[in-house]
């Protein structure tokens, strides 16, 4: 949590936009250590500083802006209207639209390698589990006894991992998806992982509150065969 919430800061930052931290109601009830690091690696935004009007609100190749800066340097002005990438308000121009919303898509779709977190335990396993946030504790307590089972766990979730679901999916037979809901997640981490080669993506889904336990999964690896 402690390295997410960083993590989220600098992300917000560096690209301009809002990053999430999904948290899970149940770390607010648990105990343990917290080791914070001397030396915590923080990104500072980019300012706008002082430009020509005519190159203020030019778009670099990053696709991410430099911050203005209330009170110094050009005119800052804030708008949820759709907009120019000059600061012409178009509402009502579809072209405009278009362009304003692929740009700020864009600057986090091309940052994947950049943004996307995750770890693997036994990669090449016949049986993969994926799962993320408090719903991997109990795969990630299978996957530590039982040399079958690999785990991905995904530390982010957009855009969603797809270069370690494809990875794991080319070197397993079967997939398992494990979440606190009724599969949000599985379907795009299904669709990857078919079109990667794997021959079959299972669903284990609990809700109301409870997390998968590690008897909830082995049961579900017993009915695919796994264990």
Not at 67 to 80: L, Q, R, S, W
Not at 99 to 118: A, M, P, S, Y
Request: glycine fraction near 6%; charge should be neutral; include cysteine.
């Amino acid at each position: 949590m402690f390295d997410l919430t960083v993590a989220c800061f600098n992300y917000s930052e560096k690209y301009r936009v809002p990053a999430f931290l999904l948290s899970d109601a149940e770390v607010g009830h648990m105990r343990g250590l917290l080791n914070v690091p001397d030396k915590i690696h923080t990104v500072d935004r980019k300012e706008m500083g002082l430009k020509r009007p005519d190159e203020a609100y030019d778009v670099p190749d990053d696709l991410v802006r430099p911050f203005p800066v209330f009170g110094k340097g050009n005119k800052a002005m804030i708008t949820g209207m759709t907009h120019t990438d000059k600061w012409k308000i178009e509402p009502e121009d579809p072209k405009a639209h278009q362009e304003l919303v692929t740009r700020i898509n864009d600057k986090v779709l091309k940052n994947r390698k950049d943004i996307n977190k995750w770890e693997t335990t036994a990669p090449g396993s016949k049986t993969m589990i994926v799962s993320y946030g408090v719903s991997a504790l109990g795969p990630k307590e299978i996957a530590a006894t039982d040399d079958r089972i690999g785990l991905l766990r995904l530390k982010s979730i957009w855009p969603l991992p797809e270069e370690p679901i494809a990875e794991a999916a080319r070197e397993c037979e079967q997939m398992l998806v494990c979440e606190m809901n009724l599969g949000q997640m599985y379907y795009p981490i299904k669709r990857v992982a078919l079109e990667a080669g794997c021959k079959k993506v299972e669903l284990l889904a609990k809700i109301g509150g409870e997390p998968p336990t590690p008897s909830d999964v082995r049961h579900k690896l017993r009915e695919m065969g796994a264990i």
